[in-house]
């Protein structure tokens, strides 16, 4: 069975300055994709960064990026110039292409201070 | 968005009574899920759907049940509610490319806070 482990249960952050939210995963399988999911104080799941394992370009969006280390398993989430609205839950995510579903970590609390 | 919609959106109900989470599509997609959030566990698999009338265990199935009668709706059954089933509730839908075999994630609904005292 898949695992994903998010080591950092909270983390903060100036507005305005860089950081990183770590994530591990564990699989057998050559194929998979992996995402990132912000979770603001409204409840509502937001879909941040999508990385498709055979590519070796990690992904960005604006202000976020991966760091995609397939040998080491490891998927990084690096928010550039923190605003306080990234004040939110992080959560990363697996899917392997045989799989149905999704497995989440257990979340990043990351708050952003002023 | 995918038009995706849970209800209700809290609930409080007594121990031992019959509960029911509704979940509602408008774009005919295929898999739907259920989840549960709880803090320290992140999001946990119940049941999930890949047609009408198809459905499959989550990790975490124990004391629910599931229905899809309609490609449109998912229903999440808790039987005899537990406080142990207290917790926030997901519906989400998977954005996928059954033809090349891409996945893009899912879309979720609102989610449903469910209490049970």
């Given at each position: 069975a898949q695992t994903v482990t998010q080591s950092q249960p909270e983390m903060s952050v100036q507005e305005a300055e860089t950081v990183t939210l770590s994530c591990t995963y564990d699989t057998s399988e050559n194929n998979y994709y992996l995402f990132w999911y912000k979770q603001p104080p409204s409840r509502q799941m937001i879909l941040v960064i999508r990385q498709e394992a055979y590519k070796q370009q990690n992904a960005t969006e604006?202000?976020?990026?991966?760091?995609?280390?397939?040998?080491a398993k490891s998927f990084s989430l690096k928010i550039s110039d923190s605003q306080l609205g990234d004040t939110a839950m992080y959560f990363?995510?697996?899917?392997?292409?045989?799989?149905?579903?999704?497995?989440?970590?257990?979340?990043?609390?990351?708050?952003?201070l002023p | 968005d995918a038009g995706i919609t849970q209800s209700p959106r809290h609930k409080v109900t007594e121990t031992g009574t019959p509960v029911t989470l509704r979940c509602h599509q408008t774009e005919n997609h295929r898999y739907?899920?259920?989840?549960r959030q709880d803090p320290g566990h992140g999001?946990?698999?119940?049941h999930y759907s890949y047609g009408v009338k198809d459905t499959d265990k989550g990790e975490v199935s124990d004391g629910y049940s599931v229905s899809r009668s309609k490609t449109e709706d998912f229903l999440l059954t808790l039987e005899s509610a537990?406080?142990?089933?207290?917790?926030?509730?997901?519906c989400a839908i998977s954005r996928a490319n059954f033809g090349t075999g891409e996945t893009y994630g899912y879309t979720f609904g609102s989610g449903t806070r469910l209490t049970v005292v």
């Open positions: 604006n202000r976020f990026s991966v760091n995609f280390q397939k040998a990363c995510a697996f899917k392997s292409g045989s799989a149905r579903q999704l497995t989440f970590g257990s979340g990043t609390q990351l708050t952003v | 739907m899920y259920w989840y999001l946990r698999l119940i537990t406080s142990s089933q207290t917790s926030v509730y997901f």
